[in-house]
């Protein structure tokens, strides 16, 4: 079956770093989303990545490692703006896009 | 701009009513989706649409139907109402033109089945 597992809630002060983590197995795997929701609002996307490797978006990196079904989300310099659900989204074989149930990220002054 | 709208943003209805939520786009995006959002679970897929007249079903598609006349709409109906399709209903659009497109997301329905 299909899964994705990312941690429920994160809590982090502003200014600092944190990395959201997500794995997954798929039936296939065609490149993997990243989302930022806020509270109330629609899905915006944030990043794609289908080869191994770091790729940095200003203060937002997106890690994949299709080996090991693992990809992470590093945001820096934090701010209160930042606080909202970060959703993990693997693409199937299919061109489906599973989606996690998605990280709730605090922040804190 | 270009822009992808939902309608109704609010709903409440009664269980066995029929229902119809609209999507608009004005990308002229081949691809549409129809998703819901529940506490504790990812998006969901219900139906999605390639183009013109395509529909096709999705996850979670039981109790659902959707037609695309034209490129611009995808409207989900509830046939029946039933107190479990109370969610945050998504529309989301794409361009239709590769193997892997980046989804734009309308601001969301929130329906309420009682």
């Known amino acids: 079956g299909q899964n994705i597992d990312q941690p429920t809630e994160m809590t982090a002060t502003e200014g600092a770093i944190v990395q959201i983590n997500c794995t997954y197995q798929?039936?296939?795997?065609?490149?993997l989303f990243w989302y930022q929701q806020h509270a109330g609002e629609a899905p915006t996307f944030l990043s794609y990545?289908?080869l191994d490797g770091l790729e940095e978006k200003g203060r937002f990196s997106s890690f994949l490692s299709r080996s090991k079904g693992y990809s992470y989300l590093l945001l820096k310099e934090l701010q209160m703006k930042d606080s909202a659900s970060y959703l993990c989204?693997?693409?199937?074989?299919?061109?489906?896009?599973?989606w996690g149930a998605g990280t709730k990220l605090i922040i804190k002054p | 701009d270009a822009e992808i709208t939902q309608s109704p943003r609010h709903k409440i209805t009664e269980t066995g009513r029929q229902v119809t939520l609209a999507c608009h786009q004005t990308w002229n995006h081949n691809n549409m989706f129809w998703y819901r959002q529940d506490l504790g679970h990812g998006l969901r897929l219900i139906h999605y649409?390639?183009?013109?007249?395509?529909?096709n079903k999705g996850e979670v598609s039981d109790g659902y139907s959707v037609s695309r006349s034209n490129t611009e709409d995808l409207p989900l109906t509830l046939e029946s109402a039933a107190s479990s399709q109370t969610s945050v209903y998504f529309c989301?659009?794409?361009?239709?033109?590769?193997?892997?497109?980046?989804?734009?997301f309308g601001p969301g329905t929130r329906l309420l089945v009682l």
């Open positions: 990545n289908v």
């Open positions: 649409s390639y183009g013109v007249q395509d529909t």
């Open positions: 989301a659009s794409s361009t239709g033109t590769g193997d892997m497109e980046t989804q734009y």
């Open positions: 989204a693997p693409v199937d074989s299919n061109y489906q896009l599973i």
């Open positions: 798929t039936s296939g795997f065609n490149g």
